[in-house]
């Protein structure tokens, strides 16, 4: 899912967002509810009609600011209490009113509130955050009123796999349709990170949705999808795309570099993209010269290689061939592919 917080993808409208691939988006509970506030949201007819987009759309519970936001933040077994990063006021979200706001945007899968610690934490943290987060889910299970709104649950419990596990298996017991993996890619290791999904995939249906939140590399897509994980969303196409470095096949490409001043190739020979329809050259400029084009193609073609990515892994899937596939991958972004090379 490529995340559109704002409810906007930065820098790539509907209509070449979905020339991408791209079926589903990603939205914000919290920066909604600030601007433009979620009643005018509902007002303008619900996310969708508001955004454009016409395709499913899942909303953050505004969990994720209780860890990014922790300085301006007192979290209690009520909920969290956050001072406004735009003007300091004061805003309140719970359980409830968390599942109020999701339900006044329209989105069509909610994801609960949470309580998401960094890590390393000591474990006493960690279980209680745990422990609160299954509560939470609770309540937001009960204060649900929309039929046509499902409810993701949140695996919490650090790098601790008894208490993955156990929370895990506390949030099944609830029977919610979806389930997500939360409060990993915070720093830690990636083996930390497949070290924990490897614990909690197991625990969870597998008739229903695992979504690996805020993750993440292209590699760290393919290893989790290994392991049984469905869903994605990250910013790191856009951010990356903005700051002038294109994924490719053969790794990572930064246009900054003068390296391709004067080259003639596309970002990727087989890419549909419109920036692909450009030199490395043409693109690199674009941005030398502060141009905001350039910002917008390469945003575009990230977008497109993640999706191109994970149409790639469902294909072999489906051919039984996931195995050459991920190596075949993993070979290429390490510059192994014979006639490739990484670039720089």
């Not at 943290?125 to 009123?145: D, K, Q």
């Not at 409810?151 to 895990?168: H, K, N, P, Y």
């Not at 693109?283 to 191109?308: K, W």
Request: charged fraction near 25%; aromatic fraction near 6%.
């Amino acid at each position: 899912m490529p995340v559109g917080t704002l409810g906007t993808v930065k820098g790539i409208p509907v209509d070449q967002l979905r020339a991408t691939g791209a079926e589903m988006i990603l939205g914000n509970t919290y920066h909604l509810a600030l601007r433009p506030g979620a009643d005018v949201v509902a007002d303008l007819g619900g996310l969708h009609a508001f955004s454009g987009w016409r395709g499913p759309i899942l909303t953050d519970s505004g969990g994720f600011q209780i860890f990014s936001l922790s300085q301006q933040a007192k979290i209690t077994e009520h909920g969290a209490v956050f001072r406004s990063h735009i003007d300091g006021s004061r805003f309140e979200l719970t359980p409830e009113r968390a599942i109020e706001i999701q339900e006044q945007l329209g989105s069509d899968v909610a994801m609960v509130l949470d309580h998401v610690l960094g890590l390393p934490a000591p474990v006493e943290r960690l279980r209680e955050a745990c422990e609160r987060s299954t509560r939470w889910a609770e309540r937001c299970r009960r204060a649900a009123t929309r039929p046509d709104q499902a409810q993701f649950a949140i695996v919490q419990g650090g790098l601790d796999s008894e208490l993955r596990q156990w929370s895990a298996r506390s949030l099944v017991a609830l029977d919610f349709p979806g389930y997500a993996i939360g409060g990993l890619s915070v720093g830690e290791a990636p083996e930390e990170m497949y070290r924990m999904i490897d614990v909690v995939c197991p625990e969870l249906p597998e008739d229903k949705p695992r979504y690996l939140m805020g993750v993440g590399r292209p590699e760290d897509l393919v290893e989790a999808i290994q392991r049984g994980v469905d869903l994605f969303d990250c910013v790191m196409p856009t951010r990356n795309g903005r700051n002038a470095l294109a994924f490719t096949h053969a790794g990572s490409v930064r246009l900054r570099n003068k390296a391709h001043e004067r080259d003639r190739r596309p970002l990727e020979a087989d890419c549909p993209c419109p920036a692909c329809g450009h030199s490395r050259g043409y693109l690199r400029h674009l941005f030398q010269a502060g141009e905001m084009l350039g910002p917008i193609l390469v945003s575009i073609h990230n977008v497109t290689y993640y999706q191109r990515l994970v149409r790639e892994a469902r294909e072999a899937i489906e051919a039984d061939a996931y195995g050459e596939f991920l190596e075949r991958r993993h070979a290429g972004w390490s510059g192994q592919v014979e006639g490739r090379s990484s670039c720089p």
